[in-house]
């Protein structure tokens, strides 16, 4: 199983999906997307699993797509393009809709698609001397996909900053322009990833925050109106939980809640 391309496993209900391409600064091809797709899958459907964690082999996070296998795909039929390239969308729609939190832990540059991976994450954590960059435009191609991301997490100036200019930029400049959420020492990244996602999986209701994580990536579609009134459905949904009576109840009892 280590061998293969992606690989995952579960520690203390954290499921860690694993890049295992160091050889090739863990580039994505086909392999490595269906491979992703169907681990995030059965991580999403096991109830063992809380909290998602997308990881990598080596010193580099993720260099982007593949692009031996790009050049085999210039051969390829629009249509045969276009179906390659709906499985990378899917995949990242995947992880942006996840029910379950997904962190991401950045270990070292995350560029192209690679940069795009840890965008539609939740929360990103990175070593100080990582580079993030989408540096599509600069060999011709463009960052479709993540862009509708990444126009949702930072908004359009910073995001033409990132896709126009297409320099990679540091770990802290990354921060400052939201893109990641921390930065930790390489010595200290695996414990920090771990005890943040321990944090979040015995605070926090895995319901709520899935109806959370959902309401995010909906609200944002509709007018003001609709959203407030797709607000107010959502928020009697969740006073029907499990989750949110037995919440209700330990609160008002002054009972620990362990989730």
């Given at each position: 199983?280590?061998n293969?391309?992606?690989?995952s496993?579960?520690?203390?209900?954290?499921?860690?999906?694993v890049?295992?391409r160091?050889?090739?600064?863990?580039?994505?091809?086909?392999?490595?997307?269906?491979?992703?797709?169907?681990?995030?899958?059965?991580?999403?459907?096991?109830?063992?699993?809380?909290?998602?964690?997308?990881?990598?082999?080596?010193?580099?996070?993720?260099?982007?797509?593949?692009?031996?296998?790009?050049?085999?795909?210039q051969?390829?039929?629009?249509?045969?393009?276009?179906?390659?390239?709906?499985?990378?969308?899917?995949?990242?729609?995947?992880?942006?809709t996840?029910?379950?939190?997904?962190?991401?832990?950045?270990?070292?540059?995350a560029?192209?698609?690679?940069?795009?991976?840890?965008?539609?994450?939740?929360f990103?954590?990175?070593?100080?001397?990582?580079?993030?960059?989408?540096?599509?435009v600069?060999?011709?191609?463009?960052?479709?996909?993540v862009?509708?991301?990444?126009?949702?997490?930072i908004?359009?100036?910073?995001?033409?900053?990132l896709?126009l200019?297409?320099d990679p930029?540091?770990?802290k400049?990354?921060?400052?322009?939201?893109?990641?959420?921390?930065?930790?020492?390489?010595?200290?990244?695996g414990?920090?990833?771990?005890?943040?996602?321990?944090?979040?999986a015995?605070?926090?209701?895995?319901?709520?925050?899935?109806?959370?994580?959902?309401?995010?990536?909906?609200?944002q579609?509709r007018?003001?109106?609709?959203?407030?009134?797709?607000?107010?459905?959502?928020?009697?949904?969740a006073?029907?939980?499990?989750?949110?009576?037995s919440?209700?109840?330990?609160?008002?009892?002054?009972?620990?809640?362990?989730?």
């Amino acid at each position: 199983m280590m061998n293969q391309p992606v690989h995952s496993f579960v520690q203390e209900r954290i499921g860690y999906l694993v890049l295992n391409r160091p050889e090739k600064r863990n580039a994505l091809n086909a392999e490595m997307v269906a491979a992703m797709k169907t681990i995030l899958k059965d991580f999403e459907s096991n109830d063992l699993v809380k909290i998602i964690v997308i990881k990598a082999a080596g010193k580099v996070f993720c260099s982007g797509a593949d692009l031996s296998s790009l050049q085999d795909l210039q051969t390829n039929s629009y249509e045969e393009n276009l179906q390659d390239s709906r499985n990378l969308k899917d995949l990242f729609y995947q992880i942006y809709t996840s029910h379950k939190v997904i962190i991401a832990q950045v270990q070292g540059h995350a560029l192209a698609g690679g940069c795009g991976l840890a965008t539609v994450c939740d929360f990103v954590f990175s070593v100080p001397e990582a580079k993030f960059g989408y540096t599509e435009v600069k060999i011709g191609f463009i960052p479709a996909i993540v862009k509708v991301f990444l126009l949702r997490k930072i908004g359009e100036g910073k995001a033409k900053q990132l896709l126009l200019d297409a320099d990679p930029v540091s770990a802290k400049e990354a921060k400052e322009l939201g893109l990641i959420n921390f930065i930790v020492d390489e010595e200290d990244l695996g414990k920090t990833v771990f005890d943040y996602a321990q944090k979040l999986a015995t605070q926090n209701s895995g319901t709520a925050m899935g109806l959370t994580k959902e309401m995010i990536a909906r609200v944002q579609e509709r007018t003001l109106e609709d959203g407030l009134e797709y607000a107010a459905s959502m928020n009697a949904k969740a006073r029907n939980s499990a989750d949110c009576k037995s919440g209700i109840a330990a609160f008002l009892n002054k009972e620990k809640l362990s989730w």
